[in-house]
């Protein structure tokens, strides 16, 4: 299963493009930072990541302000080039 739920803020958004067919798409850069516990002991984890989203999606993540927290939902891909991973966005919401 290739299935992902990260909370992050929105870091990076670069401009709203369209694929051949014409769908709206975005390609962004998520930063996530949190605590977990690894063998016990307290760890600190940040992380960027490169994400995309289409369709209303896109339109509606173009508008939203840089820092802005979400609970994105999808599913890992490689990038366009090869290097890399990139999370397509599926689902998203406002962090509370």
Do not use: W
Not at 14 to 33: I, K
Not at 66 to 84: A, D, I, P, Q, V
């Amino acid at each position: 299963m290739n299935r992902l739920s990260l909370a992050a803020v929105i870091a990076q958004v670069y401009p709203l493009r369209y694929t051949p067919v014409g769908l709206p798409a975005l390609d962004m850069v998520l930063e996530h930072q949190s605590q977990a516990e690894q063998m016990g002991q307290a760890r600190q984890v940040r992380l960027e990541l490169r994400a995309t989203a289409f369709g209303h999606q896109a339109e509606s993540l173009s508008r939203q302000t840089l820092g802005t927290g979400f609970e994105f939902s999808g599913f890992l891909t490689n990038s366009r080039n090869g290097k890399g991973v990139v999370l397509q966005i599926q689902d998203f919401t406002p962090l509370s």
